[in-house]
């Protein structure tokens, strides 16, 4: 299925119009469900762009998984663009390629983040720099929020989303079994992708915040405290198989809760 549509968006990258976003999207529903993941999404709709939308990070699986939410690309660091094979994808995706270690040119990346954000996009931002086992949330880095500035009159969405992996064959997994979803340290891409689809189905949760704007805050750093605090409590109570705390400040854009389950389908050998 990849080899066939690979060509197929490259042709529509080039295009005008929605296809380039839209082909993603369908394509990581059908992924997803051949890799035998059951998602639920809970809380508000994804907004409209302008919107950065703020994950924690655990696994590449994190990226098919959000990308089942709406159409949408990433913002990743810039030597997954010369990965053999993966680059690809996600140059497909029209990721927003930075570099994470240029600390001086940290305008630059932003500009290239709120160029991208100007012209309506939904980007997703992983804002630990890096990917955890599972268990907890990382320190988030605070550089990159300043790209929801204003941009010709119009300010962007700021929306947090809590994503966790909780049950393997519909048992939750436990502290000791989520290590095998996440996907970290100096783990070997593909071995570990050859690990996934040997585990067999796993349920994973994704909970989408109030939408919110940088104007409603200090500064970036108050920003990234809100959303990292928010991400941390959800993450906690998708783990504990609690239902996530809804009781936020606020009314989503879309004043109807978005609640909805994609069933994973098992692939027996």
């Given at each position: ?74 913002i990743s660091k810039s030597e997954v663009s010369s990965w ?81 992996y909780t049950r393997v064959h519909g048992i939750p997994m ?96």
């Amino acid at each position: 299925m990849t080899l066939v549509l690979i060509p197929v968006q490259a042709v529509l990258k080039v295009l005008p119009g929605r296809g380039k976003r839209c082909l993603p999207f369908l394509y990581h529903r059908l992924l997803t469900r051949i890799l035998g993941i059951g998602l639920t999404f809970t809380g508000s709709r994804p907004a409209e762009g302008p919107v950065l939308i703020v994950s924690n990070h655990q696994s590449w699986l994190d990226i098919p998984s959000l990308s089942t939410l709406a159409p949408l690309s990433f913002i990743s660091k810039s030597e997954v663009s010369s990965w053999p094979f993966f680059g690809t994808l996600a140059r497909l995706q029209r990721t927003v390629f930075i570099e994470r270690a240029d600390r001086r040119g940290v305008d630059r990346q932003n500009s290239k983040i709120t160029d991208r954000l100007s012209t309506q996009d939904r980007l997703v931002l992983f804002a630990e720099g890096t990917s955890s086992d599972g268990n907890r949330v990382l320190p988030f880095k605070t550089a990159l929020f300043a790209s929801a500035q204003a941009l010709k009159g119009e300010e962007p969405w700021v929306q947090a989303a809590s994503i966790a992996y909780t049950r393997v064959h519909g048992i939750p997994m436990g502290r000791q079994f989520r290590p095998y979803a996440a996907w970290y340290g100096d783990m070997n891409l593909l071995s570990h992708l050859w690990a996934v689809v040997r585990l067999g189905p796993l349920d994973c949760a994704i909970h989408l915040h109030t939408p919110v704007q940088l104007s409603d805050f200090s500064g970036r750093k108050a920003l990234a405290a809100h959303i990292h605090d928010e991400i941390v409590t959800t993450h906690r109570r998708l783990l504990q198989g609690l239902d996530p705390d809804v009781t936020e400040g606020g009314e989503p854009l879309d004043s109807a809760p978005m609640t909805a389950t994609l069933p994973a389908v098992e692939v027996r050998t």
